[in-house]
Every structure is written in C-alpha cells, then in structure tokens.
C-alpha cells in the first residue's frame, strides 16, 4: 500500500518541489498550506508535472486547534514534512514575535498532532544560518552551532531544540533535521518554482526578475570580502536536488534505516560560488546581461560559507547533481514562463 506523507508548506518554493518528487517516487501526499505566501495554482503546476492532484488542506499550522484537526483527519499518515515557516531574515529582525509565534507554533503543533494520531517520523526544514559565520570552512554537521544573528536563524536553532527534547520523551518518534544551504532554481518543466512576494530579498530571484525587466538594477551587497573576487560566496544548491534529498530521507525512516533517533545533515553542493560568479554564470546561460552595481555590505550577511556534503552523500547515498550552470537556467526559464516572455 501506497505511504502517505504530510507536506506541511507543501505549496511553497521547497515544499511544491518535493511534493512533485514525493509523487513521482509513489508516495501519497497530503499537502497544508495557508497559502498566505504561496499561491493555490502552484497545485495545478504539481498535476501537470506528476498527472496527480494532491489532496490540499488550506490551514494555518500554528493555530492548534486546526493543526489538530488536520492531524485526527488524516490519522493514517505515515511522515511528515515540515516546511511550513516563515523564511525572510530582515523581516525577522523587524517582527521577531510573527517569527517566534509562527515558526515555533506550528513545529509544536506539529509534535503534538503527530503524537496523538501516532505518527512517529518527522523530517524538519532546517538551515545553514544554525552555524553562523564558521572559523572553519567547510561546514561539517559536528561543526559548533553559534549564536543565531536574526530571529529567523534563531527560530531554526530553537526548532531543533524543541524537537530534541520532544523525541527525548517519545522514543518512539524519529527525525531527521535537514540544514539547507542556499536553494536556487526551479524545475526543469518550469511549471513550478520560487514566487516571492513583493520586492525579492535573495539574490537568485533578484537577479530573474531585474533581467525580466521588474527591477531596474541588481545591488551586491559588499565587494571587499575577504573572499577571491571580494563579493560574498554561498553554496547554492538546486531545489530539485534538494526535494530528492527529502524523498531520500523519508525513505530511510520509513525503511528504518536511521542509526540515530534524531539526525541532521548538511544538504548542499560542496561548493563555494561568489555573487559575481552567479552574475556570470546566469550570463553565459542565456546569453542576457545582468543590469548590476556594487553597493555596500548588506547588514547581517557573513562572508562565507559552504557544506561539507559526506556525510549527506555517505549516509543517505544522496548527492546533488546540478550545478550553478543548471540552477540559473532554470531559475530564468520559470520566470520566463511567468512573466510570459519569449
Ligand atoms: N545578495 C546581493 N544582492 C541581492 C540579494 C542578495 O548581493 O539583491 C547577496 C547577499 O548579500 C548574499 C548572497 O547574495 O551574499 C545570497 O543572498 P540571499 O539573500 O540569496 O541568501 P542568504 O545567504 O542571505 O540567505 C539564505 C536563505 C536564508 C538562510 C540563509 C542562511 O535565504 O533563509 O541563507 O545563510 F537563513
């Protein structure tokens, strides 16, 4: 019989591809959104790619009560996928009880839903932002957690406190904590893909949309780095490979290949790649320059930093393949087809 699994944020940018990725390997899924930052049609992009409609559940996780409601409806549901958060870093800084309400709510209710129905494995969205700027690069997953420097990186660290010491209690629960590095681009179909709202704070989206002619100007943010050209580096990785990683781990709960009750690991490329290597490489892919002037750093960024991906391609046999080449492409093609460009 088919496994089912909760997508909680399953209509957002992350969510949407691993819902697609989910179905294509066999798995029911179940998708709760509030789609107060994403849209309903990204369902109709989901069918188009995989011919299935996802069961959907317009909730917002952190009340309760409806959180609970989601839970005793689907009471046969074999994991869960939490990505139902919110995600922007300088909003945080300026609304950081919206943050703490709603990201801790939600992963509470979460536990608590899972609990009473019984369903004992979990797989978190969790970030690179838990280790700070690192003396040592790359970033293993032994590598010290530092002080979070937004609200935002603050509720993650918390999260996966919270759900360390639910499982501490509930040894009948497991989950795997998956710490992204920078997600870019968007499925190769480009029938879905990353919608900000607004002006985009991430660079990827930024760079799409002032090409498509919505942004006049890309600003990057500092150009004395101690980095080789002196812009900052991340390690971008493409969000399809990273929806695989998912799948990759909801396999290995339900095979109940965990060797730990609670895991983490690093999902991103292993490489570094500087804002002005990303100008460059959106350049040579489609042939489109990319308007932009050098500014000021931007307040809270850090240098660098990229994963050490071993154990990730060690552990769960999962490595991502798609490089920055890849990303942009596709990154340009979505927003092609939404903004209905030639
Ligand atoms: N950048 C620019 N111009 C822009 C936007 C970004 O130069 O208009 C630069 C940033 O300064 C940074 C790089 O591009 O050096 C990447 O910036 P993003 O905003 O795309 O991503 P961040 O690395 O700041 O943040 C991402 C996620 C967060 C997560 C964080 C962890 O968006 O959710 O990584 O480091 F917390």
């Known amino acids: 019989m088919k496994k ?32 107060e930052n994403s849209e309903i049609t990204v369902l109709d992009g989901i069918e188009k790619i995989t011919g299935v409609k996802p069961q959907f559940e317009e909730l917002d996780l952190s009340e ?10 689907y009471s046969n549901i074999d994991a869960v996928i939490h990505f139902a958060a ?13 943050y703490y309400r709603n990201n801790l709510n939600s992963l509470m ?11 004992n494995n979990l797989v978190f969205s969790s970030s690179c932002t838990v280790y700070g700027q690192p003396d040592l690069l790359p970033v293993t997953e032994k590598t010290d957690i530092q002080e979070a420097n ?5 509720t993650k660290q918390i999260s996966e406190e919270i759900i360390r010491d639910f499982l501490n209690v509930n ?30 704070n991430n660079l990827v989206p930024f760079i799409t949309q002032t090409v498509a002619g919505l942004r006049q100007e890309l600003s990057v943010f500092g150009d004395d780095y101690n980095t080789p050209d002196g812009s900052a580096v991340r390690d971008y990785i493409h969000v399809v490979d990273l929806a695989k990683a998912h799948v990759v781990a909801i396999d290995r709960m339900l095979e109940d290949k965990n060797k730990a009750q ?10 570094g790649v500087s804002v002005l290597e990303c100008i460059e490489s959106f350049e040579k892919v489609t042939g489109l320059k990319v308007p932009h002037k050098i500014v000021g750093r931007r307040a809270g960024d850090i240098e660098q930093i990229w994963a050490n991906t071993s154990y990730a ?30």
């Open 4 to 35: 089912t699994v909760l997508v909680a944020g399953g209509t957002g940018y992350i969510g949407s591809h691993t819902a697609v990725e989910l179905i294509q390997k066999g798995y029911n899924v179940v998708i709760a959104d509030s789609l």
């Open 64 to 73: 309760r009560e409806s959180c609970l409601g989601l839970f005793k409806k």
């Open 86 to 98: 919110y995600k922007a870093v300088g909003e945080s800084v300026d609304f950081p009880l919206k």
């Open 109 to 119: 209710n979460i536990l608590e839903g899972m609990k009473l129905v019984g369903t």
């Open 150 to 154: 937004s609200p935002y990186g603050n």
């Open 171 to 200: 040894k009948n629960q497991k989950a795997i904590a998956l710490r992204y590095f920078n997600p870019i681009g968007a499925h190769a179909s480009a029938l879905i893909g990353e919608l900000p709202i607004g002006v985009p």
């Open 262 to 271: 609670l895991e983490y690991f690093n999902l991103g490329t292993g490489n």
């Open 313 to 342: 391609n060690d552990e769960l046999g999962w490595k991502a393949e798609l490089g920055i080449d890849d990303c942009m492409l596709s990154a340009w093609n979505w927003e092609k087809n939404i903004r209905n460009i030639k």
